[in-house]
T-cell receptor, first 114, second 111 residues
Framework: AQSVTQLGSHVSVSEGALVLLRCNYS??????LFWYVQYPNQGLQLLLK??????LVKGINGFEAEFKKSETSFHLTKPSAHMSDAAEYFC????????????FGSGTRLQVQP | NAGVTQTPKFRVLKTGQSMTLLCAQD?????MYWYRQDPGMGLRLIHY???????AKGEVPDGYNVSRLKKQNFLLGLESAAPSQTSVYFC??????????FGQGTRLTVV
């Protein structure tokens, strides 16, 4: 079975500070991993994805994530937070067998303080 | 290019009423999904389809039915709505080699 755990349902940072959102997965086979962002009253938008190529993945809006197999982690980072980054972020995993659907974490709401 | 369109965007139902949510995609995607989003629980898969005329159960299928008579449309039905079905519903679609694209969501309240 596959699952995704996001540590911290709420994260607050100051504008200009480092953003770190944590995601750990469990999977018995190599996974595909994704980060999605959801702005208020909107659908989910893809930030970045890992598909077994480079372990450091760069996404939109200055975000990146590093796949660490030994730690089963796929943490999302951004060097300098902007007010417009305030949103909810979801980590998701897809295994290429069976259901062919994404399994989502419970989400982390990012607040950016001025 | 509209992408994934969900209809309606908001709805209030009384307990026991029925309704159908429509999802339409114009990207010729093979796979389509219905998720529900509840606070602190992320998105949970209700039903999905891997092609026209096919459907399958996800994690939380009870109380819902789906149909995919046309490739571009995926309908989610509630036969007898319950307050526990108050949620935000998202439709998504993709091809095997693409990421999932999401609709804007349907906010459903069952009173």
């Amino acid at each position: 079975a596959q699952s995704v755990t996001q540590l911290g349902s709420h994260v607050s940072v100051s504008e200009g500070a480092l953003v770190l959102l944590r995601c750990n997965y469990s999977s018995s086979v190599p996974p595909y991993l994704f980060w999605y962002v959801q702005y208020p009253n909107q659908g989910l938008q893809l930030l970045l994805k890992y598909t077994s190529a480079a372990t450091l993945v760069k996404g939109i809006n200055g975000f990146e994530a590093e796949f660490k197999k030994s730690e089963t982690s796929f943490h999302l980072t951004k060097p300098s937070a902007h007010m417009s980054d305030a949103a909810e972020y979801f980590c998701a995993v897809k295994i290429d067998t069976g259901r062919r659907a994404l399994t989502f974490g419970s989400g982390t709401r990012l607040q950016v303080q001025p | 290019n509209a992408g994934v369109t969900q209809t309606p965007k908001f709805r209030v139902l009384k307990t026991g009423q029925s309704m159908t949510l429509l999802c339409a995609q114009d990207m010729n995607h093979e796979y389509m999904y219905w998720y529900r989003q509840d606070p602190g629980m992320g998105l949970r898969l209700i039903h999905y389809s891997v092609g026209e005329g096919t459907t399958a159960k996800g994690e939380v299928p009870d109380g819902y039915n789906v149909s995919r008579l046309k490739k571009q449309n995926f309908l989610l039905g509630l036969e007898s709505a319950a307050p526990s079905q108050t949620s935000v519903y998202f439709c998504a679609s993709r091809n095997p080699d693409t990421e999932a694209f999401f609709g804007q969501g349907t906010r459903l309240t069952v009173v």
